[in-house]
């Protein structure tokens, strides 16, 4: 296997989704279409286009459905060539509402895309790196992607800053990164891939479902893992709270420029993941999922509580150290994200297990960033001066979530990495 290879493909790729990441894109919506129609509507789609990168994938089973038996490389290809279109396209777009809505269905295109992409390259990685070294050499092609995706964010974030046209090359331009990647990505081999698609259809064989009752015969058989979404599911709706209320407060309330609302919710972030992402790729290397998100969850807290005290308190710095712990968590959680379920799937399952964990992903990303807006301007309208507190919500999920991981962990007493 051709490490050297992939990190270039991704890297390339990475490139491509930087301008289309939910912060990234969640700035371009206000800074691009903030006059286009009310302010709340505005929000709205700042919401939808903030959590897109969760909600997209709602598509997920029908990727994990037709992705069986299919060879893998030759199945995202296209997915990635049709992505960086959509990308490209972003770049045509005029001003006022029609932008708006072309904007959103354009950023929504991209993000389906790639949830393909992403659902089926986790199965890629659980078969071509053993167990004990999965998490290292997917960190290393991480760390380079997470470069990629902060250069190519605060290029567009400077580039909006200062109502320069040439965002618009700049999308072109990451555009062709994207169809570059594709061309790279030619190139990869899946190890053992005859058997990998022989167990795919086995499973479809014996009956595998890749819908709702899909989902709830994975959740209903195994407990465990029925647990660990439980947590996830409150945890994650916690972070999708928490995106689009920072880049609205940070504008509403301290009145941040582009660069730095784009630099707090992604670019710094992403840019701690080649600090981070290694020391937590051991420990998961080492430990089971359950404890692995036991102990990162902490570190998310106290990330989200920094931010939510400098809104409601009206001290900008303190969104600096907040944004550099939630780059740390934010290591931690990619790693876990793609590779976690797979400590609970039998072979051959791990397509449907990340399908579940994806698709449940899409529900909240659906769900609580609108809930999260709207209360934001509820707070607004009955309590002006006080709508910073929203950002409470969030904190509040994320330590539930933290809390349930670890009682999880107490409970079952998972110490060590699955077989």
């Known amino acids: 296997m051709d490490l050297r290879l992939e990190r ?20 371009m919506v206000r800074s691009l279409f903030g006059t286009a129609s009310t302010p709340l509507v505005v929000d709205l789609v700042l919401a939808l286009v903030s959590a897109a990168p969760a909600w997209a994938n ?32 972003l770049a045509l777009l005029p001003g006022g509402g029609t932008g708006l809505v072309g904007f959103l269905v354009l950023y929504g295109g991209a993000r389906l895309l790639w949830a393909g992409v992403d659902t089926v390259r986790s ?22 992607g997470s470069i990629a995706l902060a250069v190519s964010g605060l290029a567009l974030g400077w580039l909006l800053e200062h109502d320069d046209p040439w965002y618009r090359a700049a999308l ?3 555009a062709a990164c994207g169809i570059a990647g594709s061309v790279v990505l030619k190139r990869l081999r899946v190890r053992q891939e005859a058997r990998l698609l022989f167990d795919e259809r086995e499973r479809l064989r014996e009956g595998a ?19 660990y979404m439980i947590a996830m599911t409150i945890f994650g709706a916690g972070h999708l709270t928490l995106s689009p209320l920072v880049v609205v407060c940070l504008d509403d309330v301290l009145g941040a420029p582009e660069l730095v609302q784009i630099a707090v919710t992604t ?21 089971h999922v359950v404890v ?61 297990y990340m399908a579940v964990h994806v698709t449940l992903t899409g529900l909240r990303g659906l769900l609580a960033p609108p809930v999260a807006i709207l209360i934001y301007h509820g707070l607004r309208r009955w309590l002006p001066g006080h709508e910073g507190y929203v950002l409470l919500l969030p904190v509040v999920m994320i330590v539930s979530g933290t809390l349930q991981f670890n009682s999880m962990r107490r409970s079952t007493g998972a110490r060590s990495a699955a077989g």
């Open 8 to 27: 270039r493909a991704w890297t390339l790729v990475y490139l491509c989704l930087g301008v289309i990441e939910g912060g990234t894109a969640a700035v």
């Open 58 to 89: 709602l598509a997920s089973l029908v990727y994990a459905r037709r992705a069986q038996g299919q060879p893998k490389i030759q199945f995202l290809r296209p997915l990635m060539v049709a992505m960086a279109v959509c990308v490209a396209a």
């Open 123 to 144: 199965v890629i990685w659980s078969v071509n790196y053993p167990r004990h070294l999965r998490a290292r050499v997917t960190g290393r092609i991480m760390v380079n």
């Open 172 to 174: 072109l331009a990451a």
């Open 209 to 227: 479902r890749f819908d709702l009752a899909g989902i709830r015969q994975v959740l209903g058989r195994d407990a465990g893992y029925r647990r």
């Open 267 to 287: 670019a710094i972030p992403v840019l701690m993941m080649p600090l981070a992402i290694q020391p937590w790729a051991r420990f998961l290397d080492r430990h």
């Open 292 to 352: 692995y998100r036991a102990v990162h969850a902490w570190v998310a807290v106290a990330g989200s509580s920094l931010l939510a005290l400098a809104v409601i308190l009206g001290v900008p710095v303190l969104v600096w150290p907040g944004a550099l712990l939630m780059g740390i968590s934010l290591a931690a959680g990619s790693l876990g994200w793609s590779l976690g379920h797979n400590d609970f799937a039998p072979r051959g399952e791990e397509t449907r």
